[in-house]
Nanobody
Framework: VQLQASGGGLVQPGGSLRLSCAAS????????MGWYRQALGKQRELVAA???????NYADSVKGRFTISRDNANDTVYLQMNSLKPEDTAVYYC???????????????WGQGTQVTVSS
């Protein structure tokens, strides 16, 4: 199983970016999916998470600006980021709790990370 994240880049304050993360390999089903971020010199923190049924929760710092969604048919999770601020600059990581055939219990996988830089 692999998670492939994409969509990061350089954006000006107030701008928008959309991150994507697709799971591939031996995927039977996916439970929770989420996005984390890690700024330079700081600990990794949860940004947003979404259940298989579509219930989402967000870090207080991104509420009202970021939206997490998922496409269950394509095993993909998205993070729409609007009104970006310099403090959103970080490496963003996706993760997913995935059930694979033959294992039949959830295993958490991580994507490789994608850099988001908010700067004028």
């Amino acid at each position: 199983v692999q998670l492939q994240a994409s969509g990061g880049g350089l954006v000006q304050p107030g701008g928008s970016l959309r991150l994507s993360c697709a799971a591939s390999g031996r995927v039977f089903s996916i439970n929770d999916m989420g996005w984390y971020r890690q700024a330079l010199g700081k600990q990794r923190e949860l940004v947003a998470a979404i259940t298989s049924g579509g219930s989402a929760n967000y870090a207080d710092s991104v509420k009202g600006r970021f939206t997490i969604s998922r496409d269950n048919a394509n095993d993909t999770v998205y993070l729409q980021m609007n009104s970006l601020k310099p403090e959103d600059t970080a490496v963003y990581y996706c993760n997913a709790d995935i059930i694979s055939p033959g294992i039949w219990t959830g295993v958490v996988y991580w994507g490789q990370g994608t850099q988001v830089t908010v700067s004028s």
